[in-house]
Structures are given as structure tokens and as C-alpha cells.
T-cell receptor, first 109, second 112 residues
């Protein structure tokens, strides 16, 4: 099915571990985004990408790494997870409007 | 002070009521205004997108922007239980989604 998918949907990890969240879209949209959503803060942009091999920082990039070797994939890596990175993470892609994935609920113990 | 303020609710209304959801903002550079709907455990979906001041209507939904007061509203007429969701306002000074500031969302419950 066409759309935007995220995996895993739920993840529990420990502080200091590396975690990679996956995002895949089937529309071949150029722009892709990673957000985190926290109570009291709303959605905040972590990183975005205008095309394969082009990425840029958003509002809260510290502690995160992204890559985009293929147009359809935009993984987000937490190199050394911290408790403050416990959140719900949303990936989005854009043509005329943004389309959001279902989210990954990450808990860092 | 946050750039965008939104009452978190929850807001409970009976089916058929007119719902008014609001956001205030402090950045006078904002020109693009959006409303998203987010169902529980789902990603947000764009409902309305407006530029500058004025009203925009789409079915039962009306978005209103008052730049002089730095105040935006979303009205839902004839509210339905399926409208129960969290509504996020969002705004930007430039076209595109790289610099969008979101409100924290208002949770709406429409009671049958």
C-alpha cells in the first residue's frame, strides 16, 4: 500500500544505547521530516531532508543523527539514548502538504 | 513565553454543537496558518491551510485568522463524535514546512 510507514511502532531501550527509527514513504516525495511530540511542547522538528543526501537541522537536533541515501527512506538514529529522548517520534513527507506517519513511541529507561 | 499558545482542554461538547478552537501567537512575522487533526495513537493530518488574514471554509470547518490580534480560530459546525481528536494549530513565517511552529494541541471530545 502507498503511504508512509514507521518502524518499530514501540521501542523500549536503556540509556546509552544506540537506537534507529525507520521511516519509509512510497510517494517519492522529495521532502521528509522528523518530529518529536511531547506533552506541553507540541511537535518539534528534529531534522529534515530536501532530497537524497541533503539534510538539515531543525529546532531540536542535538543527540540525533539522520541520513538519506535513498529518496524513500529517512532513518533517525539516537547515538546514545538519554531519558530526555523518551517521546513519540513522527516522520513526515511532503508534496503540497505534509503527510505524517503513525509514529514511534520510544521509552528510554 | 511560547510563540504559540493553545489551551490543552479537554473540551467536551454535545453532538451537534458548534466548536471553537483557538490559538494566540506572538510572532508578527507568521503569515501561514494551519490546523491539524490528530486521532489517538495516530499522526497529525492537515485540515486547513490559510495565508494571511481572513476566513476559509471547508465543509463543516471554518478557519479564521486575525493578524491584528494575533489570534486564529477553527470552528466546527454540527460537531460529530468522529470529530473527537486533538487539534493542533501551526504557523510559519515562510512557505514550506521547515520552520513551522506548532501549538500543543486542544483535546476535543464530542459526546453522542
Amino acid at each position: 500500500d502507498a503511504g508512509i510507514t514507521q518502524s518499530p511502532r514501540y521501542k523500549i531501550t536503556e540509556t546509552g544505547r544506540q537506537v534507529t527509527l525507520m521511516c519509509h514513504q512510497t510517494w517519492s516525495h522529495s521532502y521528509m521530516f522528523w518530529y518529536r511530540q511531547d506533552l506541553g511542547h507540541g511537535l518539534r522538528l528534529i531534522y529534515y531532508s530536501a532530497a537524497a543526501d541533503i539534510t538539515d537541522k531543525g529546532e531540536v537536533p542535538d543527540g540525533y543523527v539522520v541520513s538519506r541515501s535513498k529518496t524513500e527512506n529517512f532513518p533517525l538514529t539516537l547515538e546514545s539514548a538519554t531519558r530526555s529522548q523518551t517521546s513519540v517520534y513522527f516522520c513526515a513527507s511532503q508534496r503540497d502538504t505534509q503527510y505524517f506517519g503513525p509514529g514511534t513511541r520510544l521509552t528510554v529507561l | 513565553q511560547k510563540e504559540v499558545e493553545q489551551d490543552p482542554g479537554p473540551l467536551s461538547v454535545p453532538e451537534g454543537a458548534i466548536v471553537s478552537l483557538n490559538c494566540t501567537y506572538s510572532n508578527s512575522a507568521f503569515q501561514y496558518f494551519m490546523w491539524y487533526r490528530q486521532y489517538s495513537r495516530k499522526g497529525p493530518e492537515l485540515l486547513m491551510y490559510t495565508y494571511s488574514s481572513g476566513n476559509k471554509e471547508d465543509g463543516r470547518f471554518t478557519a479564521q485568522v486575525d493578524k491584528s490580534s494575533k489570534y486564529i480560530s477553527l470552528f466546527i459546525r454540527d460537531s460529530q463524535p468522529s470529530d473527537s481528536a486533538t487539534y493542533l494549530c501551526a504557523m510559519s513565517a515562510i512557505r514550506g514546512y521547515q520552520k513551522v511552529t506548532f501549538g500543543t494541541g486542544t483535546k476535543l471530545q464530542v459526546i453522542p
